[in-house]
């Protein structure tokens, strides 16, 4: 299942890449949210529905967990790999994550995810835990461009929580909480590789940089995040130093003038994301309350 956003050639190039691995996934779900293509992406997107490769869905308005629970709903398999519209995946990547079902049933399989600038690391000297390492573990996260689970796990939990809006940062930590906390396990599984383009246009890079902007797009989610995994009052703590941490780096060192914008950015955030809390998570079955 592919969430996309504001993406033409690369998107298609995504497309292309799975459509020829040896071994293919059973549906390839296309979740679009663009609001309008260049005419050679929608000819191209057309004939790929018409052929049966791609199931081609259009949503609005733009939310990445909005499209994935859609994705959830609409797929016809037990298991369903969520992968982002900007990749080159390795050839085994559908089969890892079969067989890496086979043998850990009910978990969450996180694939191994390799960065533009990661391209020619040594990841056999990795100190610290990766996605791109390439040695297989039980892990406490995943990242959301290369990850699968069961249909019916995932629905269960209400599947990915709307309240994550625009760059929908952090929501994979939010629902490793709650996969985590209802017994699941996640298994990183570097056999289930691909190659992350890190394009710079469309998706969550429609909404701008995180060190120039006013507006709290890139700032929500964090604050929400540690509103609902942060219990007895340690999200108090994450409220406080973000916006520390938000203006501490080298860009408001070389450009002081940024640090007033930044701070404005994470005081917009930290609201949205109480008005957000205190509404409720918004999953699929909830039931709203009026904030």
């Known amino acids: ?3 996309t956003y504001r993406r033409e050639r690369v998107l298609l190039e995504t497309l292309d890449h799975l459509l020829r ?11 679009d949210q663009t609001e309008q293509h260049e005419p050679e992406t929608i000819a191209r997107l057309e004939t790929l529905q018409m052929q049966g490769a791609i199931r081609w869905i259009q949503q609005q308005p733009p939310s990445i967990t909005a499209a994935m629970n859609r994705g959830l709903q609409e797929a016809n ?14 050839p085994f990547l559908v089969r890892a994550h079969q067989l890496a079902h086979e043998t850990h049933a009910g978990s969450l399989i996180a694939g191994r995810v390799i960065q533009s600038w990661e391209e020619h690391a040594d990841f056999s000297i990795l100190e610290h835990p990766s996605f791109a390492g390439n040695k297989s573990a039980w892990i406490a996260d995943f990242i959301g461009c290369n990850f699968s689970l069961r249909r019916e796990r995932a629905l ?8 994550f809006v625009r ?4 929501y994979e930590a939010e629902f490793a909480h709650r996969f ?22 469309g998706g969550t890079r429609s909404y701008g940089h995180h ?5 709290p797009d890139h700032a929500v989610g964090a604050y929400y995040c540690a509103l609902r995994i942060r219990p007895n009052g340690r999200w108090i703590m994450d409220f406080l130093m973000r916006p520390m941490r938000a203006i501490i780096t080298r860009h408001h060192l070389r450009r002081p003038w940024w640090i007033p914008v930044t701070l404005a950015a994470e005081l917009r955030g930290m609201l949205w994301a109480l008005r957000l809390h205190f509404a409720g998570p918004k999953l699929i079955g909830a039931v709203q309350r009026v904030s």
């Open 77 to 90: 398999g037990d298991v369903v790999l969520f992968l982002d519209d900007d990749i080159a995946p390795e």
């Open 180 to 201: 985590c906390a209802a017994d699941g396990r996640i298994r990183f599984e570097p056999e289930a590789c691909l190659h992350h383009l890190h394009v710079a246009a």
């Open 21 to 31: 691995l040896p071994e293919t996934a059973g549906e390839i779900l296309v979740i």
């Open 211 to 215: 060190l120039t902007t006013w507006k």
């Open 1 to 3: 299942m592919i969430p």
């Open 156 to 163: 269960a939990l209400g599947g990915f929580d709307e309240n």
């Open 167 to 170: 760059v929908a940062y952090r």
